[in-house]
């Protein structure tokens, strides 16, 4: 069974930089899309941006300008790096893995991780 | 950016079939799969609908996906309690080059 990993600080200041971590167990990594999720408290989920295992990225235009995801094939991990962080940036974010069909799309979801920025 | 649409809220009675929308347009919906997912309150997504209609394992045959033109649709048979939970819709826009989520809806079983 698919299961996915995430890590990463939970508490950031204004300015901050948010970085976190994600892996997987019982699947494969490589030959799959993975995305970045996020979900304000009480609120929809946003695509952040998503990368595949040859490090090709697609963002939110939205977040685009701040935003960085990166793999490291070596040990298979994905990490999101999201620069001056502000309290708008509060959120439950989500590393997922797109599966064998519609791959863009995620299937298996990452537990998330509560991330608050306050000063 | 333009989004997909769902209503906000749905609600059924036990046993009921109930249907959520997901409308959006020709260059998201009208030319690319959707994915359906559940989110109870606290926990991540689950994968519910993919390729618009395909159940994964595990799935219960309650659960059924539709799509024409620009819309898709998610429908419940045999409403139960514990199927009260979120429910949103998913799919990639060519013009955003990216992913794209509905508002999601909050179903209620009456």
């Known amino acids: 069974q698919v299961q996915i990993q995430q890590w990463g600080a939970g508490q950031l200041k204004p300015s901050e930089t948010l970085s976190l971590t994600c892996g997987v167990s019982g699947g494969s990594f490589s030959g799959y899309y993975w995305s970045w999720i996020r979900q304000p408290p009480g609120k929809g989920l946003e695509w952040i941006g998503e990368?595949?295992?040859?490090?090709?990225?697609d963002y939110n235009p939205s977040l685009k300008s701040r935003v960085t995801i990166s793999v490291d094939t070596s040990k298979s991990q994905v990490s999101l790096r999201l620069n001056s962080v502000t309290a708008a940036d509060t959120a439950v974010y989500y590393c997922a893995r797109g599966g064998d069909f519609d791959y863009l799309l995620p299937d298996h979801w990452g537990q998330g991780t509560l991330v608050t920025v306050s000063s | 950016q333009s989004g997909l649409t769902q209503p906000p809220s749905a609600s059924g009675t036990p046993g009921q079939r109930v249907t959520i929308s997901c409308s959006g347009g020709?260059?998201?919906?009208?030319?690319?799969?959707v994915k359906w997912y559940q989110q109870f309150p606290g926990t991540a997504p689950k994968l519910l609908i993919y390729s618009n209609i395909q159940r994964p394992s595990g799935v219960p045959d309650r659960f059924s996906g539709s799509r024409s033109g620009t819309s898709a649709s998610l429908a419940i048979s045999g409403l139960q309690s514990e199927d009260e939970a979120d429910y949103y819709c998913a799919t990639w826009d060519d013009s955003l080059n990216g992913v794209l989520f509905g508002g999601g809806t909050k179903l209620t079983v009456l």
């Open positions: 990368i595949n295992h040859s490090g090709s990225t």
């Open positions: 020709t260059s998201n919906i009208g030319s690319n799969n």
